[in-house]
């Protein structure tokens, strides 16, 4: 497996990372525990070393099985994982960033995640009633007690990014970034090249839809985060977002890729510093998108497939109004 440094921090991760989320909730259903624990193993088998969680996923739950797959192997692995609610009685009941809340947080992760250090902890949104500063001394202070290797943003605006990495330097910031959402290129990305920030996407596969197998007529369970995001629970932006998935399966059968592959490799080739983390539970699906990593894609290839998307209109928003209130903060 290929590895890739995370800004000037140079945390090295395998060049392809592994989002635990869906394991335990959003994207139903949900294999049992010891299924996972094998899955996860398998990827550290195949190089994998980069994993991705956060306490909110499951309430606890994702953490405790990473944790447990990842016991054995700890010393040979990076994990990520998130704080900044406020969990209460297995509920979250907002955002939470406050510095007592936060060394709480820690407390739990780390039990749940059977080690004693994170080696990068998120914030896992920007909570506009604490100071980003003061989180980013906290973040200095667990450094400093040997909790935290490394501290990271996730779906936090340019100003928050430069006000963080100004007092204690962040490492990298995790957001939403794939063919079909490209947002991130223009504050985003220009910053972190800047600062010498590493970039994490997270939903690089467009929650599926990038691999082609989300159709126009497709459902959802209730408990399927896709229900709430207009993308996909609007049947007109649906049909009309086909288009782009039929673009992307179109250029990788030319290049003999699957759409995942080429998804993946796309990501890979805007910059050395970024690391996607697609989510998945199948073996198959974990190879193929490890196998991203070897895929390179031409400079010819990258303008082509660049000037594809720029033509194909993008419909729907990619979460509900509540959640998009909480980014770009």
Wanted: net charge neutral.
């Amino acid at each position: 497996m290929k590895q890739r440094k995370l800004g000037q921090a140079r945390l090295e991760v395998s060049a392809i990372g592994l989002g635990c989320m869906g394991m335990s909730q959003s994207y139903p259903p949900f294999p049992e525990k010891s299924e996972m624990i094998e899955l996860i193993r398998k990827a550290v088998d195949m190089g994998e070393t980069f994993f991705d969680t956060s306490e909110i996923y499951g309430i606890y739950d994702n953490e405790k099985l990473v944790g447990e797959a990842l016991e054995p192997c700890r010393k040979q692995v990076v994990i990520a994982t998130k704080f900044g609610w406020d969990i209460q009685n297995g509920k979250v009941c907002g955002l939470d960033s406050r510095p007592a809340t936060i060394r709480r947080a820690i407390e739990g992760s780390l039990k749940r995640l059977r080690t004693d250090y994170i080696d990068l902890y998120y914030q896992h949104r920007v909570d506009p009633n604490v100071p980003i500063e003061e989180v980013a001394e906290t973040m200095k202070e667990l450094a400093q007690e040997g909790k935290i290797l490394h501290w990271g943003l996730s779906e936090a605006g340019v100003k928050t990014i430069k006000r963080a990495h100004k007092l204690f330097p962040v490492t990298a910031v995790q957001s939403e970034y794939s063919m079909w959402y490209r947002n991130p290129e223009q504050e985003v990305l220009p910053t972190l090249e800047e600062l010498g920030i590493g970039f994490v996407p997270f939903s690089p596969l467009g929650k599926g839809f990038l691999t082609g197998t989300v159709t126009k007529d497709a459902t959802f369970a209730d408990n399927d985060i896709r229900r709430s995001i207009p993308r996909f629970n609007n049947p007109e932006s649906l049909a009309a977002n086909q288009t782009v998935a039929e673009a992307v399966k179109a250029f990788a059968i030319e290049r003999e890729l699957s759409p995942a592959q080429l998804a993946l490799a796309w990501l890979l080739a805007q910059k050395p510093w970024i690391v996607p983390i697609p989510g998945t539970k199948k073996l198959d699906r974990l190879q193929e998108n490890l196998s991203a990593a070897c895929v390179e894609l031409s400079a010819d290839d990258i303008s082509k497939l660049t000037n594809i998307l720029n033509n194909i209109p993008v419909s729907g928003e990619r979460y509900s109004p509540e959640h998009m209130r909480m980014v770009g903060k």
